[in-house]
């Protein structure tokens, strides 16, 4: 804003500027996030959000605003929101305008998680530890066997009550068998080569 | 309606491999009896879920991919799954292979350098639900059920994935596939072998499941939503047809209880349907159901 003489060092600036116009251009570049620019931020996703209802700071429509603005500022207040999306797609279902609301969120939080604005959160260690789960075991996985990984980082859910339900159950059944050591797939080493190399790819529209 | 979806090839996924397999033996059981055709696909490996892709969007893609062309080297027109996790997941795949070229040219381009065919988008992804309900129909299960659960009151959990999104699961957009918000084949399935679905507004809410581990307290608050709202309806049992929330569901049930003073005992859909069917619990795995089904339909099964 300009104005004439002193005033010009104490009106602060009303209009939002001077943001970084790359995150944008970065998101849309990706596969999940590219319908960011379909939005019209009606807020049809935020009104209807699981994750919002126990986090009022969780707002898919807010983190599209924001990162399209590129105001990385706001972003990174967000750390303890940015990553508690459930994936219930009711968002990506309902937006008029085909947004993939879900996964620009997700878009939006791997830019985060990137740019070393956000440090990593327990969701995300999860996923990884998943598809840990799923390479080192021969491409499948198990209950247990994400549950006994989960809890060796500190992840625990279960009662000792319901431990010992769900193990009554399993040794009553003799499914305990199966799911302490699921099947493999045959040919896993070579195609969890292939693998490793394609995560490497950096697949960009 | 078998004609619609041909060739059908069914992908268990890990869950029905693991603690889900009286999901499976029961679908087997139902499949049987009503002369429902399919092959399973063997040598398949984890679809990734929910997990997967937030972490490496190219691992996300390849693994559903896989199956997808497990599913075309044995010539199937359908692939059906049990696991709405994997439903989606399967369909998510197929929705971006057909919407970017890029996507669809690297993906094959590796499954090639795995030695598995290319994925065409060739192939339509439907769940067991619609599945039974479209190739067989609730009219004529009706006609053929041996022992019926009247007045046995439930509340069928379809879980959010089995509708959700409309973009890869095409759902309200043709008539085999369910009503995207408020679905109804799996409540016109129970209602044939003489069960009464209540009113249930917690079908398609969501049970935490990606967050059980990361975030147990609102996942566990999540679950609990879903189990009042059927116990409020005066529902004596909660149907799954989502092997992944019936787990997070029946394993936490001690922990909700204790907090929320709720409980309810789970029973897949097919489980029950089978043993409408005339099976018996031990065939049905009833026993590896970790909440008490039995103490509600024992007086069903004299």
């Given amino acids: ?205 | 309606m078998t004609e619609t979806y041909g060739k059908v090839a069914f992908y268990p996924g890990c869950a029905l491999d693991g603690l889900g397999k009286p999901y499976e033996v029961s679908i087997q059981l139902v499949a049987n009896d009503l002369g429902l055709k399919y092959e399973r696909l063997d040598d398949y490996n984890c679809c990734g879920a929910l997990e997967v892709k937030n972490v490496n969007t190219m691992a996300g893609f390849l693994l559903p991919a896989r199956n997808l062309s497990l599913a075309n080297r044995v010539k199937a027109n359908t692939v059906m799954s049990a696991c709405p996790g994997c439903h989606y997941s399967l369909s998510r795949t197929h929705y971006f292979m057909s919407k970017y070229v890029k996507v669809k040219d690297r993906v094959n381009f590796y499954l090639k350098e795995m030695g598995e065919l290319p994925y065409e988008n060739n192939l339509f992804m439907i769940h067991v639900v619609e599945f039974i309900r479209n190739a067989f129909g609730p009219e004529k299960l009706k006609a053929i059920v041996k022992r019926r659960f009247d007045g046995l009151k439930v509340a069928p959990y379809y879980g959010c994935l089995y509708v959700r999104p409309k973009q890869y699961l095409q759902t309200g957009y043709m008539k085999i596939k369910d009503d995207p918000e408020r679905p109804v084949f799996m409540d016109e399935l129970l209602q044939s072998i003489g069960a009464e679905p209540v009113q249930f507004e917690a079908k398609v809410m969501c049970c935490g499941g990606p967050h059980v581990y990361s975030d147990a307290e609102t996942s566990m608050h999540l679950e609990a939503r879903i189990i009042k709202e059927a116990v409020r309806n005066g529902a004596e049992l909660l149907i799954t047809d989502c092997p992944l929330g019936h787990v997070a569901i029946e394993t936490n049930m001690t922990k909700i209880e204790k907090k929320y003073g709720v409980r309810i005992s789970l029973v897949y859909f097919t489980q029950l349907l089978a043993l409408a069917l005339g099976h018996s619990p031990e065939e049905v795995m009833l026993d590896a159901n970790i909440t008490r089904p039995m103490d509600v339909l024992k007086k069903y099964l004299r």
């Fill in chain 1, 1 to 205: 804003m300009e104005v004439d003489g002193t005033w010009n060092a104490f009106i602060i600036d009303r209009t939002q500027t001077g943001f970084d116009t790359s995150v944008w251009d970065k998101i849309a570049s990706t596969v999940e996030g590219n319908t960011i620019s379909l939005c019209w931020q009606c807020g049809t996703c935020t009104s209807g959000c699981t994750a919002r209802e126990y986090d009022p700071n969780f707002s898919p429509r807010r983190f599209i605003d924001l990162a399209r603005k590129g105001d990385k500022q706001s972003l990174q207040e967000l750390e303890s929101s940015l990553w508690r999306c459930f994936s219930c797609q009711k968002c990506t279902h309902r937006c008029p305008k085909g947004v993939l609301v879900e996964e620009v969120v997700h878009a939006i939080h791997n830019y985060a998680l990137e740019e070393g604005l956000v440090r990593k959160d327990p969701g995300t260690k999860f996923d990884e530890l998943f598809l840990k789960a799923v390479m080192d075991n021969g491409g499948r996985i198990s209950e247990l066997l994400l549950g006994s990984m989960a809890a060796k980082y500190g992840m625990v859910s279960l009662s000792l009550k319901d431990l010992i339900n769900v193990s009554s159950a399993l040794l009553k059944t003799g499914l305990i068998k199966t799911v302490m050591n699921p099947e493999k797939v045959r040919n896993w080493e070579k195609i969890r080569k292939v693998l490793e190399n394609a995560m490497k790819e950096e697949i960009k529209l």
